[in-house]
């Protein structure tokens, strides 16, 4: 059982949960977990042991140097609270990490342990996916879930995905099992634009994510940072003829599909964002609060114990990672790798 001492009782505390590496097209997810930690200033109360979950010739540990020591940095997932202040307080427990090389059940067990001692409410877990979606077009945002009625009460996508996983798929479903309320949250990245960083991408997994939770985010520099990126590949895919047709097919494509939501539901949506953050004043207060974290609570049983480059010319028929489909977002597991695995490394 964990023991948490000396971190006050939560005000219905989500859990916002990404992981680097193959669920994370562009690092837009892990990159929007990072911002919320910065921009609310979280405090990191514990960290899952590295040597229980990673492969260290897989993601290796970093050597640096403090005050003239030499000092390692191990690859892990830490957790850290942010408490969120303003006229409806609620408090955030951020989980940000590498997707682990081995025991998947164990790892989720220690995510869920600390999910029931913190009183979570709901978890959302983000990811990133590859697609065939033009960078000119607003990034689509799909959130699924496992349980049917969550579906239902949160307006989300209930997931008929079958396929390879990778461990957003995993803790969605651990969760589902343990009883937990979960929402996953993907965003689509085009395939032929797919090196990180990807600012819209990650602002529009934030701005998904103030809806669903009712939360008003502060962004920084977020909305400028993405519209630099795009200005960029713009110009990148104007230098070639065929890249630029290509994304002109996507954009008729995109268009064409959802014409009838253009004039509904998405602009609705837009707008009551638009008023939130008119009246809403700055953004809210926030600070951390940090202690150690011990052994997580056991809900599965583990049987084993244990700088942007130029868009390459797209083929006649372009072929995303893993399958990843239109990308509508729809399923997480169409994700693709996002990069060498030792770009993940903490």
């Known amino acids: 059982m964990i023991e948490l001492e000396g971190v006050p009782e939560l005000v219905d505390p989500v859990m916002v949960a990404a992981f680097e590496g193959w669920n994370d097209a562009g690092d837009a997810a892990s990159t929007a977990v990072a911002h919320l930690d910065k921009e609310w200033k979280g405090e990191v109360f514990a960290a899952l042991d590295a040597e229980d979950y990673y492969d260290f010739q897989v993601n290796r540990p970093t050597v640096f140097l403090e005050d003239g020591v030499r000092k390692i940095t191990w690859p892990t997932t830490r957790l850290s609270v942010v408490r969120v202040g303003g006229d409806k307080p609620r408090d955030l427990v951020l989980v940000r990490g590498i997707e682990p090389s081995m025991r998947w059940r164990s790892f989720c067990n220690e995510i869920l342990g600390f999910a029931h001692e913190l009183g979570v409410e709901l978890v959302v877990i983000m990811g990133a996916l590859l697609g065939d979606t033009p960078h000119t077009r607003p990034v689509p945002v799909s959130g699924v879930t496992s349980d049917p009625d969550l579906a239902r009460t ?30 996953s949250l993907w965003a689509a990245v085009p395939h032929y634009v797919s090196q990180p960083p990807n600012p819209k991408a990650t602002l529009a997994l934030l701005n998904r994510l103030e809806d669903l939770i009712g939360l008003r985010i502060p962004l920084g520099d977020l909305a400028e940072d993405a519209r630099a990126w795009q200005v960029g590949v713009d110009q990148l895919a104007a230098e070639d003829s065929e890249v630029a047709e290509y994304v002109q097919s996507l954009e008729e494509a995109r268009d064409t599909a959802e014409l009838p939501e253009a004039t509904g539901e998405a602009i609705a949506r837009e707008f009551e964002r638009y008023l939130r953050r008119r009246d809403g004043g700055g953004p809210p207060q926030a600070g951390g609060h940090a202690t150690e974290g011990g052994d997580a609570a056991s809900y599965l049983r583990d049987s084993q114990g244990g ?14 990672e893993q399958g990843s489909g239109s990308g509508s977002g729809s399923d997480e597991e169409n994700s693709g790798d996002s990069g060498p695995s030792d770009s993940s490394e903490d």
């Open 154 to 183: 949160m307006d989300l996508e209930e997931t008929k995905y079958e396929g390879p996983t990778g461990i957003v798929g995993i803790l969605q479903e651990a969760c589902t099992h343990a009883g937990v309320p979960a929402v």
């Open 307 to 320: 700088d942007r480059t130029r868009p390459p010319k797209p083929q006649s028929r372009p072929e995303p």
